[in-house]
């Protein structure tokens, strides 16, 4: 449910905080962290909802990938890819009948992300690896 994903996304950007800011040796003098950081996965929530614009808020120094670099390198481009769609998308041989086609796979990072791409959509045989594609940036 989006209340279980919000106490998770709660606690997960207060361990990304700590991990982040754990040494002040580690921030820049904007007091932003100088660490790398990389945050992927499934989230289970699409781009619009409340769990990314918590992360957005919790997290301000981390930008999702996706919409950093896929749109400004796709535009023209036509394919199910080009929305970034991760779950149910257009030629993945998983077909659940309750899903829509959405993203709901990221990666967030705090360095500058010039790529993103959605990746790993067919095994060698022709099937899916998964039910959701992966998404590399």
């Known amino acids: 449910?989006?209340?279980?994903?919000?106490?998770?996304?709660?606690?997960?950007?207060?361990?990304?905080?700590?991990?982040?800011?754990?040494s002040s040796s580690s921030s820049d003098s904007g007091g932003r962290s100088s660490?790398?950081?990389?945050?992927?996965?499934?989230?289970?929530?699409k781009p619009?909802?409340?769990?990314?614009?918590?992360?957005?808020?919790r997290l301000p120094y981390l930008s999702d990938a996706w919409e950093s670099a896929a749109h400004k390198q796709q535009q023209g481009r036509e394919g199910s890819d080009l929305e970034g769609y991760t779950c149910h998308a257009p030629g993945n041989t998983f077909q659940p009948r309750r899903q829509v086609k959405e993203r709901i796979d990221y990666i967030w990072t705090n360095m500058s992300c010039s790529q993103a791409e959605v990746t790993l959509q067919m095994s060698p045989a022709g099937y899916s690896y998964s039910d959701h594609f992966a998404v590399r940036a």
Do not use: F, M, P, Y
């Open 1 to 22: 449910s989006a209340g279980t994903r919000v106490a998770q996304l709660l606690e997960l950007s207060e361990v990304i905080s700590i991990i982040a800011d754990s």
């Open 35 to 45: 660490r790398h950081v990389i945050l992927g996965g499934d989230l289970n929530c």
């Open 48 to 57: 619009d909802t409340l769990e990314v614009d918590l992360l957005r808020l």
